[in-house]
Every structure is written in C-alpha cells, then in structure tokens.
C-alpha cells in the first residue's frame, strides 16, 4: 500500500446539500483519513481547480487527487465543467468519478466521451454508499499508479 494516501484531496461537485452529507457520512464511516472539499456547481468547481474567487487562498497548493461529479448542477452542469476540466493541460490528469442518479445512456456515453474515468450511479442507501466510496477510494489511492507518483 501507498504511504502517500493521506496527502491526497477529494474534491466532490454537488449541488444537493444532502448527497453532500452522506458522501462526507460515508467517508468518515470508511474512515479514509484523506481531506473531502465541497463546491456545489461547476462555477465554484473551476473557480477551485484554478484557485481564484473565494477559493484564491489555495493557490500553490497541489490540486485533488480526485474529483467526485454529479452531471446535474445549477450555473455550470458537470458535463460542461468535465469537458473544461479534460481540456485543461493542468487539470485533464486529474481522474474525474461522475456520481450522479442519471442511469441514462447517453449521459453515461457522453461522460466517456468527455473523459470521465468512472461513471457510477448514486445508491438510494447508505450502506450501498460506503461499499462504493470504500471501493473507490481503494482503487484510485491504492491500486492506481497516477503520473508524478512515486512508491
């Protein structure tokens, strides 16, 4: 296992105050020591990754590990704000896990398409949420070598 775990920084983009909730809830269950920061649309999203607005005192930090992204959110949707995020030189390494409750096809198509590196569909319970964020987290912390990583 990678000893460089806990230096990595989640970001979530959600609109919903509750799905919020339970992704913290179910981090803090899976006991993932790792930080989880929260914008609520795909402005506040891309204000984050390029560190300006309100989110300008995290300039010179190192940008998420990874980055949870609901499609469907006020202002800037996760589509849009994905297709920004790939054509990025600087953020489009930056592996992106769509969580939202479309099941659609074509959502799931076009979030490929875009660059998504995951696509899963929020459970309607809880326990279903920690097994995902605990399989989730394993995967891109633990068994994933990213660019810039060393053992």
Known sequence: MRSNMELITILM????????????DAFEEVQLKNSIDFVKDGVELMDYLFQRGAYSSLAGSPPPGLILL???????????ALREIKEDAKLRLIPVVILTTSQADEDILR???LGANSFIVKPVTFDKL??????????????VRRPGEGD
């Open 70 to 80: 609901d499609l469907n959110m006020p202002k800037k949707d996760g589509r849009q």
């Open 13 to 24: 983009a959600d609109d919903d105050p509750d799905d919020r909730l339970l992704v913290e």
């Open 111 to 113: 979030s490929y398409d």
């Open 130 to 143: 920690v097994d995902i964020i605990r399989k989730v987290t394993n995967y891109w912390f633990q068994i």
